[in-house]
């Protein structure tokens, strides 16, 4: 079989924040999450390599540049959190995937209710346990955000679930909209506020233009994701909800011409989301002044998701989770080979 080669584009050409990472606690993080799973661990049949801790917490350490050791160490229980889930989920139908998301979300939401004993426990229990720590000084309505967003994400979960088990055929805006809650950007966004110390009312954040920077922002995630994984998904024959290949097979493009789709919609996101944080910045277009503090906070929370932006795509090439070894070079070269 001969190889395949796709260029990645460059999806963040004019993106003007630069990459400002990784954050200066990044080892002692990762081995205070690496320890708090070794504690997990001794109660569960899972084991996790230490590659997967690392993946995760170098994840939040690119994404959370001037997060405290305190809340770098909670993004990265998160984001440890994620693989947990999928790693735990994918196995399952949608009614047991639903049974266990269902215990997730009622351990985060009631701290202090007991959990039974047994393997089923471990997962709900890490997660209360992550929720438990990162929230402790959280305002308010920032803790109901995230807890909102990741009912959301769990939901997503189990509709992976359902499709695993049926015949899925969907659009490209069905996909975008599901993937939407599955990359989960809603909780790391609310830990992102958190990171960053803001108290941002339900008002402020739920504003259609604040709204759409947080769509946008996380489309370009999704669109990146989609671009880097394709090869390691082609590999591992798990590739069937990339967009890329619902666009070559459900739109019948070549791989080159659904890169460029891909590309398009990613240039697009961007100049949208620059535009808006520009009204935003400057309150125009119907953009209200909420106060200067608050103002001040929504730039700061606008410019942290830029970041993160930037963050995630230099850690897709550094991390080695989809290119390994290689990731420097494609992202000078852009060349990818699936081989």
Same mark, same amino acid.
């Given at each position: 079989?001969?190889?395949?080669?796709?260029?990645?584009?460059?999806?963040?050409?004019?993106?003007?924040?630069?990459?400002?990472?990784?954050?200066p606690?990044d080892h002692e993080a990762?081995?205070?999450v690496?320890s708090?799973?070794r504690?997990?661990?001794?109660?569960?049949?899972?084991?996790? =390599? =230490?590659?997967?801790?690392?993946v995760?917490?170098?994840?939040?350490?690119?994404?959370?540049?001037?997060a405290?050791?305190? +809340?770098?160490r909670?993004?990265?229980? &998160?984001?440890?959190?994620y693989?947990?889930?999928?790693?735990?989920?994918?196995?399952?139908?949608a009614?047991?995937?639903k049974?266990?998301?269902?215990?997730i &979300?009622?351990?985060?939401?009631?701290?202090?209710? =007991?959990? =039974?004993?047994?393997?089923?426990?471990i997962?709900?229990? #890490?997660?209360?346990?992550?929720?438990?720590?990162? /929230?402790?000084?959280?305002p308010k309505?920032t803790r109901e955000?995230?807890l909102?967003t990741?009912?959301?994400?769990?939901?997503a979960?189990?509709?992976?679930a359902?499709?695993?088990?049926t015949?899925f055929n969907?659009?490209?805006?069905e996909? &975008?909209?599901?993937? *939407?809650? /599955?990359?989960?950007?809603?909780?790391? #966004?609310?830990?992102?506020?958190?990171?960053?110390?803001?108290?941002?009312?339900?008002?402020?954040?739920?504003?259609?233009?604040?709204?759409?920077?947080?769509r946008?922002?996380?489309?370009?995630l999704?669109?990146?994701n989609?671009?880097?994984?394709?090869?390691k998904e082609?590999?591992?024959? /798990?590739?069937?909800?990339?967009?890329?290949t619902?666009?070559?097979?459900?739109y019948?493009? +070549?791989?080159?011409?659904a890169?460029?789709?891909?590309?398009?919609?990613?240039?697009?996101?961007?100049e949208?989301f620059?535009?808006? *944080?520009?009204?935003?910045?400057? *309150?125009?277009?119907?953009?209200?002044?909420?106060?200067?503090?608050?103002d &001040?906070?929504?730039d700061?929370?606008i410019?942290?998701m830029?970041?993160?932006v930037?963050g995630?795509?230099?850690?897709?090439?550094?991390?080695? *989770?989809y290119?390994?070894k290689?990731?420097?070079?494609?992202?000078r070269?852009?060349?990818?080979?699936?081989?």
């Amino acid at each position: 079989m001969p190889a395949t080669v796709y260029c990645i584009p460059q999806t963040l050409r004019n993106w003007p924040w630069r990459f400002v990472g990784p954050n200066p606690y990044d080892h002692e993080a990762d081995a205070e999450v690496s320890s708090c799973i070794r504690d997990f661990e001794r109660i569960s049949s899972a084991r996790l =390599p =230490p590659a997967v801790t690392r993946v995760a917490t170098s994840l939040a350490s690119w994404t959370y540049p001037y997060a405290t050791l305190y +809340d770098l160490r909670s993004c990265g229980d &998160m984001m440890l959190g994620y693989h947990i889930i999928d790693d735990y989920t994918d196995k399952l139908d949608a009614k047991a995937a639903k049974s266990v998301c269902d215990k997730i &979300m009622d351990a985060m939401e009631n701290l202090d209710k =007991p959990l =039974p004993e047994g393997e089923s426990s471990i997962v709900p229990e #890490f997660a209360r346990q992550f929720w438990r720590r990162a /929230s402790l000084n959280a305002p308010k309505a920032t803790r109901e955000r995230f807890l909102k967003t990741y009912r959301h994400y769990l939901d997503a979960v189990v509709q992976e679930a359902q499709r695993r088990s049926t015949s899925f055929n969907c659009t490209t805006d069905e996909y &975008m909209s599901i993937r *939407r809650d /599955s990359i989960a950007t809603g909780p790391c #966004f609310a830990l992102l506020e958190i990171s960053l110390g803001l108290d941002l009312p339900h008002e402020v954040m739920e504003h259609p233009a604040v709204i759409s920077l947080t769509r946008d922002a996380s489309d370009i995630l999704i669109l990146a994701n989609d671009l880097v994984s394709y090869k390691k998904e082609v590999l591992a024959k /798990s590739a069937e909800f990339n967009l890329l290949t619902i666009l070559t097979v459900n739109y019948h493009k +070549d791989l080159a011409g659904a890169v460029q789709w891909v590309s398009d919609r990613n240039d697009e996101a961007v100049e949208r989301f620059l535009a808006i *944080r520009d009204d935003v910045h400057h *309150r125009r277009n119907g953009v209200p002044s909420w106060g200067e503090d608050i103002d &001040m906070q929504l730039d700061k929370y606008i410019n942290g998701m830029a970041y993160w932006v930037r963050g995630h795509d230099e850690w897709s090439f550094s991390c080695e *989770r989809y290119f390994g070894k290689e990731g420097p070079e494609i992202q000078r070269s852009r060349a990818v080979v699936i081989a």
